[in-house]
């Protein structure tokens, strides 16, 4: 099976001569080149009953790597089944239009953080609207940058509880269908974001130096007023464990995973993809290999910035008393939170047989340095 790394491997050192990366751009590609080869070092696995010995690279543990997300996602995702609420909850997605995303793309840091904050302005006001549903919310963000075609289509996942807790401490749920409609969150979506954008200090290259002219880039603002922005609902989860799947999908996920990469051959990569606009058929895209290096490299994010944020009832302030008072009213268990270890996780992954010893039937042990799963993860 072609992976991510075999057209890394084979093209990215010719591609790095012409083109001039991030510091963000070149370890990513550095990383994902060495992982779980014998650059990184190898780790452990040892048989405590017989003392059998068994050798795997390390991973590399880039986030945008296909092959290192499965620990951070299951860790993390663990982490978070005691905070969620037995309720319903809503997938709202946020999109920037077309207008704006170059624009995105060379303000990365600055823009996605305003995004982050526009969205959760929007919900958060909204929501306390007693029109709408008169309660603070408590929601997940997830930023995503691309679309099924590797272009670069930043947007946000919000995961939302159908329902939230007002200013006399009492639950409120919300109606069937969401509590927001998508119109009213597009609309003050777009006028946030749009206000925000005229007092923000930007850098402009290349195809948008024109907008280094104040004129100019008021003007472009103002026909992104005068457009539709794509916010939508998506059907809402009908139990927790369905919020706990799609989290599954979602969190950890990076731009294209190796199951999608069908071949590479005379310069070329293809790779399955759903096309939303002709009823969600998948098809083959084939573009040159540089292409599609430089289609993946567009969704490298600054170095420490967070994809996953929490607000609300969720935000770190609230966690020790809203949430708990949440799922009393809710009739939500309360659960302990637990260190789950390595082994523990790579059982859920490949079943329980995963860590038995060939050659005697016990338990192996991951070693301390051996944090990643072994190769056939």
């Known amino acids: 099976?072609?992976?991510?790394?075999?057209?890394?491997?084979?093209?990215?050192?010719?591609?790095?001569?012409?083109?001039?990366?991030?510091?963000?751009?070149?370890?990513?590609?550095?990383?994902?080149?060495?992982?779980?080869?014998?650059?990184?070092?190898?780790?452990?696995?040892?048989?405590?009953?017989?003392?059998?010995?068994?050798?795997?690279?390390?991973?590399?543990?880039?986030?945008?790597?296909?092959?290192?997300?499965?620990?951070?996602?299951?860790?993390?995702?663990?982490?978070?089944?005691?905070?969620?609420?037995?309720?319903?909850?809503?997938?709202?997605?946020?999109?920037?239009?077309?207008?704006?995303?170059?624009?995105?793309?060379?303000?990365?840091?600055?823009?996605?953080?305003?995004?982050?904050?526009?969205?959760?302005?929007?919900?958060?006001?909204?929501?306390?609207?007693?029109?709408?549903?008169?309660?603070?919310?408590?929601?997940?963000?997830?930023?995503?940058?691309?679309?099924?075609?590797?272009?670069?289509?930043?947007?946000?996942?919000?995961?939302?509880?159908?329902?939230?807790?007002?200013?006399?401490?009492?639950?409120?749920?919300?109606?069937?269908?969401?509590?927001?409609?998508?119109?009213?969150?597009?609309?003050?979506?777009?006028?946030?974001?749009?206000?925000?954008?005229?007092?923000?200090?930007?850098?402009?290259?290349?195809?948008?130096?024109?907008?280094?002219?104040?004129?100019?880039?008021?003007?472009?603002?103002?026909?992104?007023y005068q457009k539709h922005w794509i916010v939508y609902c998506k059907k809402p989860f009908k139990t927790v464990n369905n919020v706990i799947e799609y989290l599954g999908r979602y969190t950890h996920r990076v731009a294209i995973s190796n199951n999608r990469i069908v071949k590479m051959e005379n310069g070329t990569v293809t790779f399955n993809w759903r096309d939303y606009k002709d009823n969600s058929k998948w098809k083959l895209m084939e573009v040159s290999a540089f292409e599609f290096i430089r289609r993946f490299l567009t969704h490298v994010l600054p170095p420490g910035f967070m994809k996953i944020r929490h607000y609300g009832l969720l935000g770190n302030r609230n966690k020790t008393k809203k949430l708990i008072l949440c799922k009393k009213l809710t009739n939500t268990p309360v659960l302990i939170k637990k260190v789950v270890s390595t082994s523990e996780i790579i059982r859920m992954i490949l079943g329980d047989n995963a860590l038995i010893c060939n050659t005697c039937g016990f338990d192996r042990h991951p070693t301390p340095n051996g944090l990643s799963p072994p190769k056939t993860v």
């Open 1 to 224: 099976m072609i992976e991510l790394q075999d057209i890394f491997n084979e093209y990215a050192d010719d591609y790095c001569k012409t083109k001039a990366l991030s510091l963000s751009q070149s370890k990513t590609v550095n990383a994902i080149k060495k992982c779980r080869t014998a650059a990184l070092g190898v780790h452990e696995d040892i048989c405590e009953n017989c003392g059998d010995m068994q050798i795997s690279y390390n991973s590399c543990r880039n986030r945008h790597c296909p092959k290192c997300q499965t620990l951070s996602k299951e860790r993390w995702i663990d982490n978070q089944k005691a905070d969620l609420l037995n309720v319903k909850y809503f997938h709202v997605v946020f999109t920037v239009p077309a207008d704006l995303r170059l624009l995105f793309y060379q303000n990365q840091k600055i823009l996605y953080s305003l995004f982050f904050k526009t969205v959760a302005e929007t919900l958060q006001e909204l929501a306390a609207d007693k029109k709408y549903l008169g309660a603070t919310l408590g929601f997940s963000s997830i930023l995503h940058t691309w679309g099924q075609n590797l272009m670069f289509h930043p947007h946000i996942h919000c995961i939302i509880p159908a329902g939230g807790l007002n200013s006399m401490n009492k639950w409120v749920n919300s109606k069937k269908k969401f509590f927001i409609p998508v119109k009213v969150l597009s609309q003050k979506f777009k006028g946030k974001l749009l206000h925000r954008l005229k007092s923000t200090s930007l850098e402009f290259y290349g195809s948008l130096q024109h907008l280094r002219n104040e004129v100019n880039y008021l003007n472009l603002l103002e026909s992104c």
